[in-house]
């Protein structure tokens, strides 16, 4: 052990849960002591306002070969506020105080005396608490009235109040005509900006991405900024009336665009009707509204400006006025139009006054907003001696981010490293409740502060400057470029970051400026700075369509001085706010400095597997190493945005059904790619299903087993449709065998007759010139057509021995004896290109027509290829066998829920290390070429690939085997360099280790899900349940083909396992014991409203069929594989009433 203590507010090693936490809930809170010797005590100190100081000792205390672990269990109050805490040690006789580091920013703790400088927050809010989301997913733009554009036929001269300047000149500067004397404005410059200008350029904002106006001030005022609110109740005429209000609001809401308007409460202007009339008389009902110092000339103004009498916002004719009347100020607003306010100076309105406000307002309109402009952390601002109570769920929606703003520019400008600066912005994250960390009003400019290309190009600082001097300053044109590329990249990260991005108007167009006025210059029409107003565009393009950009996690990462660099994630379908999303990652860097920089950064706890380059012109994959490990490097002044998601074939609610087509009816002896395939289309399309789940299309074994195949690529001869084959005229007939329509497929009958029917087919194909589809097929499929062809023509010849028990020279695959053998089989290796052509043309032919209806394939790919097949006979160096040619060891599981001996399947296991030199070519062609056929592909035994299980060559059963460690992540990133981003679905059933996981989870690939294995009973003896609660990103099934029906099991499970059925009724909702199909049928319900983004049907269990209609027993090689439907049974009442059933879960 080591020396010190350690506590960090902001991992869940330390603290559970993260950051700000609901009324009531209890946290966890951990304390490591790194000591040699056993602390003599350490206790907990909390305080809140609330509840008053607790001390508290340790619940547990453990010792680890590095440290005692101490756990503290604090609940906090039931009433919303702040929490601190402490520690407190006695350690060798010294008394340690462990607390926050002084800087009020959280985190890890720092050793004092006695007594802590600063301790940990923990922000406690109402649980109640929501912002609406049309603000949180929204992209907002500020405007100044006066100055974003006149209008497309503006008046002469717009009407202004008495006095007033006018620029005729849009490109002016503005300025300030004071008195020099005193120095207060004595006439207000205006522009003649109105709300029909914001009319005329609502599509310029729409391309933007704009859907939220923040407006300053509109209603009637002396100034040109209406700060001086003249009258609550009409639009200034400046800005074209009412009337102009009314023609934007209908303008706005056709495009998308919502309004908040600036509310200024704790002031009016002193020419206000309000003020007026109250200095006239102290009779007025405005007179109890001011606090006059000596009537009517002395009175209290904000900040000493005498244009800005202060109110009394507790009078309760004020309130009444603003809040609470029938038509108040703020309910008439929203009623003409206004989607919410921003409250001007909310730290100087009175608590009641603001929670008085938000209550009215959700009161009026619960989806309306209310914003608070507050400049430093809102979680904990404390104004006039009050802490303040913004963000626990009854006072505001969100505030402006200032902190963000700050801590942006001082990266961007070297006033601190990213380190420092992303450690601000976590301390928000963890201070701020989540709901209100995803709605910050986040900022780069406003109309209060210098404009931020200004202060990118290193301007000198305003104090420093007169007036004139900062009216006539302009950055110099290294200067300006400079800040043009610092400010790309302050956008990406406003874009990036959770809050609502705003955007101050002119600051996309390249507006520069000082401090007031000159950061509220006119729009600069006609000279926009169009690379800036590109980006942006850009940018909130990319926000749209990046959800996890809005609301997913956000994980700040550390990648040196230089590198701002930060995570996005939803993880297991679940976005920051735990609303259901799409599973995805995004990182995001940016690069400050002048020079190239290169950095490892370590990106594990955003993601593992490969990302693409998802904005700017690059599209490259990036491979973190398996420790998380990415190597980055970024040009001057450049960014990174890189992205790894679920294939978007997985991103909605679907349904589908598993059938495999050897099941389908017909007259000949198995289900094939005839009408009766082209009908099951038709009826899954009614049915509202969106995939059709199949077992491998490949050639099946004797038993019917199609996991056991002569070939990895090839097609299965008996799904060829004898009607196809008619129709083609390769058949002048085909009178159906006699005996084999049956409910059971026997494979060694109808094998025979149909490789008999085959035969008359090929005979009569070669009497024609053959087709260039036919020579196209054989060229793309060169590769394992003429192996497997080959392969199949020698084992007729070798009358149908193992290949191991050819002759030698083909055993071999001796040069001269496969010339030899392809001379003198060359009519048998033709028939077997000709098979496979047949195959091809009509799977393809069924498959567009699916395609055609709205439904996609889902595939089977078996991690292992049987021995006697063409591709272990072709290519034995990619297997491990002995010098015979025999495998030295076995593939199969160990003991499960199927056998208590395991299943020994008997496959050869890979010579990975041969794979892997030749970056798993083999592999990349037969998913190249499965993904021909299908739409997804379910990769049986996904775990064989990070952990296999070894079965010697002479073992009779599977449990004398061992786990060997598979190519993991290293094979996965081979598919993804060669084969793209690809479907595929994962199947994870069985015993499943931590490894496969974090492989499976590393490239979002879906998993599976059986309901009847997630039920059990639970173990702590309150006779309560297991039940299935499959996440998001899963395949959720009643069934596969290697259960038994769902009625089977039920009816299994009553009898022998109660326990069982009784989790079943349980599951189901069941109020009392039902029969097992009208059981069967709820649990089906059941699975299709769960959350998993797919939920897939046997067709078994929508028909209730029982056990005789199962498919597969594990670890039996007998009648399996058989089962097929009778005919008639798909009705169009059944597809209507599943139909209803998919529609009422949310799949179609």
Not at 163 to 175: A, E, I, K, T, V
Request: proline share 7%.
């Amino acid at each position: 052990m080591g020396n010190g203590f350690c506590h960090d507010s902001r991992s869940i090693d330390y603290r559970r849960p993260y950051g700000a936490v609901p009324c009531g809930t209890t946290v966890n809170l951990y304390l490591e002591a790194n000591t040699l010797s056993l602390p003599e005590s350490v206790r907990l100190r909390a305080w809140s306002r609330a509840s008053g100081e607790a001390i508290m000792d340790p619940v547990t205390v453990d010792e680890t070969p590095c440290c005692f672990r101490y756990r503290f269990d604090l609940t906090v109050p039931d009433e919303p506020g702040l929490v601190w805490y402490r520690f407190l040690i006695r350690h060798e006789n010294r008394s340690i105080g462990y607390g926050a580091p002084g800087d009020g920013l959280g985190g890890e703790g720092v050793e004092y005396g006695a007594v802590p400088e600063d301790d940990w927050q923990i922000t406690v809010y109402d649980p109640a608490a929501t912002v609406p989301s049309w603000y949180t997913h929204g992209v907002m733009y500020q405007i100044f009235p006066d100055r974003f554009y006149r209008g497309d036929h503006p008046a002469a001269v717009p009407e202004l109040p008495p006095g007033s300047l006018y620029h005729p000149h849009w490109q002016d500067r503005p300025f300030y005509a004071q008195d020099l004397r005193t120095g207060d404005i004595a006439a207000y410059d205006f522009f003649g900006g109105t709300l029909d200008g914001i009319v005329d350029k609502l599509a310029y904002l729409k391309s933007l991405g704009i859907t939220i106006l923040y407006l300053n001030p509109i209603f009637t005022a002396v100034s040109n900024h209406k700060y001086d609110t003249g009258n609550y109740l009409t639009v200034d005429a400046q800005f074209g009336g009412d009337a102009a209000f009314e023609r934007l609001r209908r303008a706005a809401a056709a495009a998308g665009i919502r309004l908040i308007l600036d509310g200024v409460f704790s002031h009016t202007g002193s020419e206000s009707v309000y003020f007026q009339d109250a200095r006239r008389s102290q009779d007025s009902p405005y007179f109890p509204w001011y606090r006059f110092l000596e009537y009517p000339n002395r009175y209290d103004c904000w900040w000493g400006v005498t244009t800005l009498p202060n109110v009394n916002e507790l009078e309760p004719s004020y309130r009444e006025f603003i809040i609470n009347g029938p038509d108040s100020v703020v309910k008439h607003w929203l009623r003409k139009g206004a989607a919410g306010w921003r409250l001007d100076v909310v730290d100087e309105l009175p608590g009641q006054f603001v929670q008085e406000m938000f209550r009215e307002l959700k009161r009026e309109d619960p989806k309306a907003v209310l914003i608070g402009e507050v400049w430093e952390d809102a979680s904990r601002k404390e104004s006039y001696g009050v802490m303040r109570e913004y963000l626990l769920g009854r006072e505001l929606d969100s505030v402006i981010n200032y902190p963000f703003r700050s801590a942006v520019i001082d990266f961007l400008t070297g006033r601190c490293d990213a380190d420092q600066a992303l450690r601000r912005l976590a301390s928000l994250s963890e201070n701020y409740p989540a709901v209100y960390f995803y709605s910050t009003m986040n900022v780069l400019g406003t109309h209060d502060v210098p404009r931020i290309l200004t202060l990118l190009g290193d301007a000198p600082p305003a104090e420093t400057m007169t007036k004139l001097e900062q009216a006539r300053f302009q950055l110099a044109p290294a200067a300006r470029k400079t800040a043009v590329a610092r400010l790309k990249l302050a956008a990406l990260i406003q874009f990036a970051s959770p809050g609502v991005p705003c955007v101050y108007y002119g600051d996309e167009a390249g507006a520069e400026g000082h401090s007031d006025p000159q950061n509220r210059r006119p729009f600069p029409w006609g000279d926009e700075a169009r690379e800036l107003t590109e980006c942006y565009r850009a940018l909130a393009e990319l926000r749209q369509k990046e959800p996890v950009l809005r609301t997913g996690r956000w994980i700040p990462l550390s990648a040196g001085p230089d590198i701002f660099a930060f995570g996005r994630r939803t993880d297991v379908g679940r976005d920051g706010l735990d609303e259901i999303r799409t599973d995805t990652a995004v990182l995001v860097f940016v690069n400050r400095s002048a020079r190239t920089v290169e950095w490892l950064i370590d990106v594990s706890a955003v993601c593992a597997g490969p990302l693409r380059e998802t904005f700017g012109l690059g599209r490259e994959l990036h491979f973190p190493d398996e420790t998380g490990l990415l190597p980055v490097t970024l040009a001057p002044y450049s960014s990174q945005v890189l992205k790894a998601t679920v294939h978007p074939v997985f991103a909605d609610r679907r349904a589908g059904i598993l059938l495999h087509p050897t099941s389908l009816p017909g007259p000949y002896g198995v289900g094939d790619f005839g009408p009766a395939a082209y009908a099951f289309v038709d009826w899954l399309a009614a049915a509202g299903q969106s995939f059709w789940q199949i077992l491998p299309l490949t050639p099946v074994d004797a038993t019917g087993s199609p996991y056991q195949s002569s070939s990895a690529f090839a097609g299965n001869p008996l799904l060829i449709s004898p009607e196809a084959l008619l129709a083609e005229g390769l058949l002048s007939a085909c009178v159906p065998p006699a005996g084999l329509y049956a409910e059971k497929v026997e494979y060694g009958s109808i094998t025979a007759w149909k490789t008999d029917l085959l035969r008359v087919a090929y005979a009569n194909f070669q009497q024609r010139q053959r087709p260039v589809a036919y020579r196209d097929f054989c060229r793309e499929a060169a590769d394992w057509l003429e192996n497997y062809a080959l392969f199949m023509a020698l084992k007729e010849h070798h009358g149908g021995a193992v290949w191991t028990d050819w002759e030698e020279g083909a055993a071999r695959r001796d040069p001269a004896s496969l010339q030899r053998y392809r001379l003198e089989l060359a009519d048998e290796i033709d028939f077997h290109r000709f098979v496979q052509y047949l195959f091809s043309t009509q799977w393809t032919a069924l498959r567009r027509y699916a395609a055609a209806k709205g439904i996609r394939i889902v595939g089977d790919l078996p991690i292992f290829v049987a021995h006697d097949s063409a591709d272990v006979w072709a290519l034995p160096e990619l297997f491990a066998l002995d010098r015979h040619g025999r495998p030295k060891t076995r593939a199969g599981v160990p003991p499960d829920y199927f056998s208590r001996t395991g299943q020994l399947w008997g496959n050869p296991h890979y010579n990975w290390e041969r794979h892997r030199a030749d970056d798993y070519a083999w592999w990349v062609q037969r998913l190249r070429w499965l993904f021909r056929l299908v739409d997804v592909v379910r990769i049986d035994h996904f775990r064989g690939f990070e952990a296999f299980w070894e079965i010697p060559a002479r073992a009779k059963t599977a449990v004398g085997g061992r786990w060997v460690k598979g190519p993991d992540r290293h094979f996965f990133d081979a598919l993804v360099r060669q084969l793209g981003e690809t479907a595929i679905l994962a199947e994870d059933l069985g015993v499943i280790t931590a490894e496969v996981v974090k492989l499976k989870e590393a490239y979002f690939f879906p998993g599976m899900m059986i309901m009847p294995f997630e039920i059990w009973p639970e173990q702590n003896g309150n006779g309560g349940f297991h039940l299935p609660a499959p996440q998001p990103n899963t395949f959720f099934y009643t069934g596969t083909h290697d259960n038994d029906t769902l009625v089977g099991w039920l009816e299994q499970t009553r009898i022998e396992q109660p326990e069982l059925y009784a989790g079943a009724l349980a599951y189901a909702q069941a109020a009392a014991p039902v029969a097992a199909p009208e059981l069967a049928r709820m649990l089906v319900a059941r699975v299709l409203d769960s959350e998993a983004r797919t939920a897939v049907i046997p067709l078994q269990d929508w028909l209730g069929l029982g056990t005789e209609a199962r498919m597969n027993l594990p670890a039996t090689a007998e009648g399996n594989w058989a089962w097929r439907l009778a005919g008639g049974e798909l009705t169009a009442a059944l597809a209507a009433e599943i139909r209803r059933l998919v529609q009422s879960a949310r799949r179609l």
